[in-house]
Nanobody, 124 residues
Framework: QVQLVESGGGLVQPGGSLRLSCAASGRTFRNYVMGWFRQAPGKEREFVAGIMWNDGYTLYADSVKGRFTISRDIAKNTMSLQMNSLKLEDTAVYYC?????????????????WGQGTQVTVSS
């Protein structure tokens, strides 16, 4: 049984930092893309960042490029999202997800497994 469990969300002031983690279990994720998505109230779920499990290749949404960094630890089967210079518009529920490599990284419907989400609130 595949499980993805996020942690690390919380309340932070604009300009602050948070680090999200995703603990993966239940299968090997070789040849998978691991991604972070977010969904704000009243908005569609959107791609934030992704990383190829095998070689660490990364991709970012333009809105977070230069501020967020995605990484993975193969030995621990974990993925992280370091979020710096947070803005009010980064407020959302953040989800980690996994998809078989070969499909669009940006489309949530291409991801096979999802975590339950963790709330990130940026507020002064």
């Amino acid at each position: 049984q595949v499980q993805l469990v996020e942690s690390g969300g919380g309340l932070v002031q604009p300009g602050g930092s948070l680090r999200l983690s995703c603990a993966a279990s239940g299968r090997t994720f070789r040849n998978y893309v691991m991604g972070w998505f977010r969904q704000a109230p009243g908005k569609e779920r959107e791609f934030v960042a992704g990383i190829m499990w095998n070689d660490g290749y990364t991709l970012y949404a333009d809105s977070v490029k230069g501020r967020f960094t995605i990484s993975r630890d193969i030995a621990k089967n974990t993925m992280s999202l370091q979020m710096n210079s947070l803005k009010l518009e980064d407020t959302a529920v953040y989800y980690c997800a996994a998809a078989v490599f070969g499909r669009s990284w940006y489309a949530p419907e291409h991801y096979d497994y999802w975590g339950q989400g963790t709330q990130v609130t940026v507020s002064s």
